[in-house]
């Protein structure tokens, strides 16, 4: 059966190493028809170009939703899948993605977003209402499931893992570009949702995401900069609020984000200043959104299916278990085996009861920590019996069907 050519677009700004880590493992996705477009500023741009999978546009302008227009615009594939640079995909990722697709009635598919440590979700299935507030949907298991409005709110994605038929976002006119930050892709499959396209949630496609810094916010995710997510939030509510609701919502989201911004002042993070300046700067940005004059979509070119590149791959997907007496060796190997093309995974964990946590490395393999007697899965019980065999097990069949198509190989 053909599978879709897959543009893979990914935005990037003022974060060149976060980038860098990005497309290593991007290099490493196990799907035999795929492109990867960068839209960057110049030393992003200038990362991009040192991976020659990489087509590169250089752009300038803070504003994701004209970063992603022209990403979408240089697309060469039938789906566009959209990736952030502080972002990166398990190998198996547009394989998933890609299954979503085989019904033509499907606009756009999701998966599962993973936080900081690896393992526990940030983003899952979930509809958002004409406020923008997003609600989440009941886990539904492993396999893909359609996604349905209920109760006047509508199936939406998140923009760090997220694919769409390019047609279909060609004729939404693309990305809003009056979205500089925040809400860009909710308003996009809002209103592809809206007008009848169907959404499909795949849980095994899985995307790590760190929420590095930015000028939007700091390295702890303390907030630098509010003015564009209160700008994005009238520009949402003015779209798709009923006129006569548009108070409450702007009352809504200005209550919440108030109580955001004193909480980060409350913990320390904040200066009691800077957090009034910022509630400042919510009003007027709020202000300032409801001015935005609608901008003209881009005049968009024809896609070319026929040059996504087929990818021959021989890698192999291996998994090294680090032991007490040769974990210097095991990690030598594991960069051995990455720099020879391989998909490569190290386990090592420690007689502990520490939280496991999942990384990818800057040496291009996949880093699972923590203790024996640790939690794995945040529901875990705190400290529990267990030996290296049994949570090696676990482990394994936890991120069976993500890490690699077939079972990993284990490497003595």
Not at 143 to 166: F, K, Q, Y
Not at 190 to 217: E, M, N, W
Not at 352 to 371: C, D, I, N, P
Request: net charge positive; glycine share 8%.
């Amino acid at each position: 059966m053909s599978v879709p050519a897959i543009s893979v677009i990914i935005v990037s700004r003022g974060r060149p190493d976060w980038l860098k880590r990005c497309l290593h493992a991007v290099s490493q996705l196990d799907y035999p028809r795929f492109e990867t477009v960068v839209v960057a500023c110049p030393t992003g741009a200038q990362v991009a170009r040192r991976f020659d999978f990489a087509r590169v546009i250089d752009l300038d302008i803070a504003n994701i939703s004209a970063a992603r227009n022209a990403g979408v615009n240089a697309a060469w594939g039938e789906v566009v899948a959209f990736l952030d640079d502080d972002a990166v995909p398990e190998p198996t990722w547009l394989a998933h993605l890609a299954q979503g697709f085989g019904d033509a009635a499907v606009a756009q598919v999701g998966g599962t977003t993973l936080g900081r440590n690896g393992i526990s979700v940030q983003h899952a299935a979930s509809r958002v209402d004409a406020f923008g507030q997003s609600h989440a949907i009941a886990a539904t298991g492993d396999a893909p499931v359609v996604l349905s409005p209920e109760d006047g709110r509508l199936p939406r994605l998140h923009g760090t893992n997220m694919a769409l038929r390019r047609s279909v976002v060609v004729a939404q006119g693309g990305f809003d570009e009056r979205f500089a930050f925040y809400l860009d892709e909710t308003d996009l499959t809002y209103r592809i949702s809206r007008d009848g396209g169907q959404t499909v949630f795949v849980p095994k496609a899985v995307v790590h995401h760190a929420s590095g810094p930015s000028r939007f916010r700091a390295a702890d995710r303390t907030p630098r900069d509010v003015f564009e997510i209160a700008a994005s939030a009238a520009v949402f509510h003015g779209k798709h609020c009923p006129p006569q609701d548009q108070d409450a919502a702007r009352a809504a989201f200005l209550t919440d984000r108030r109580a955001w911004l004193l909480r980060h002042m409350q913990n320390g993070s904040l200066p009691p200043d800077r957090a009034f300046m910022l509630i400042r700067d919510l009003a007027k940005g709020y202000d300032t959104g409801r001015t935005r004059a609608p901008i003209a979509p881009p005049d968009w070119q024809d896609q070319a299916p026929n040059r996504v590149p087929d990818r021959v791959s021989e890698a192999q997907d291996h998994c090294l278990v680090v032991s007490r007496h040769d974990a210097k060796a095991t990690y030598a190997k594991a960069k051995t085996l990455t720099d020879q093309g391989h998909r490569v995974t190290v386990i090592d964990y420690q007689r502990t009861a520490q939280y496991h946590r999942v990384r990818y490395t800057e040496q291009g393999f996949w880093l699972h920590t923590g203790g024996l007697y640790g939690r794995e899965l945040r529901q875990e019980p705190l400290v529990r019996a267990s030996n290296l065999q049994a949570r090696l097990r676990e482990t394994l069949n936890r991120i069976g069907g993500i890490r690699s198509k077939n079972p990993l190989i284990l490497v003595d």
